[in-house]
C-alpha cells in the first residue's frame, strides 16, 4: 500500500513552511518521497553556483502498509539510515513531524 495522499501532503506542507519565506533563499526543508518513505532534507546554495543547490538528508519517515505505521529513522555520518528506537512506531505522521519540530534530540537537526 502507497504512502497515504493526506499524510503525504502533511509532510510536504510541514516541510515548507519549517523555513520563513523571507530566507528561503539561503534554507529550504523539503519532503523528498520515494515509495514508501518520504526523506526531510535540509538545503543550502551550493558555494560554487548559487543557482544549484546543496541537501543534507535530516530524517527519513516510512509508511509500512501492511500495518498503517509511520516509523522515524536518522541518519548517521556515512550516509546510512537507522531506526530511531527512541520513538515508537505511530499510525500517525503528525507525531513524528511533532517530535522533529520539538527538535528534542539533536541527531536530526544537529
Request: charged share 30%.
Given at each position: 500500500?502507497?504512502?497515504?495522499?493526506?499524510?503525504?501532503?502533511?509532510?510536504?506542507?510541514?516541510?515548507?513552511?519549517?523555513?520563513?519565506?523571507?530566507?528561503r533563499d539561503q534554507v529550504r526543508v523539503e519532503a523528498?518521497?520515494?515509495g514508501h518513505r518520504i526523506t526531510i532534507v535540509e538545503s543550502h546554495p551550493s558555494f560554487h553556483d548559487?543557482?544549484?543547490?546543496?541537501?543534507?538528508p535530516?530524517?527519513?519517515?516510512?509508511?509500512t502498509g501492511t500495518t498503517g505505521d509511520w516509523?522515524?529513522?536518522?541518519?548517521?555520518r556515512n550516509?546510512?539510515?537507522?531506526l530511531y528506537r527512541d520513538f515508537p512506531a505511530t499510525p500517525h505522521v503528525q507525531e513524528i513531524l511533532d517530535f522533529l519540530d520539538s527538535?528534542?534530540?539533536?541527531?536530526?537537526?544537529?
Open positions: 500500500m502507497a504512502i497515504p495522499e493526506l499524510d503525504r501532503a502533511r509532510v510536504v506542507r510541514w516541510a515548507e513552511n519549517q523555513v520563513p519565506e523571507h530566507v523528498e518521497v520515494d548559487e543557482n544549484e543547490w546543496t541537501g543534507t535530516v530524517a527519513r519517515l516510512r509508511y516509523t522515524l529513522y536518522w541518519r548517521d550516509l546510512k539510515f537507522h527538535r528534542a534530540d539533536p541527531i536530526f537537526w544537529g
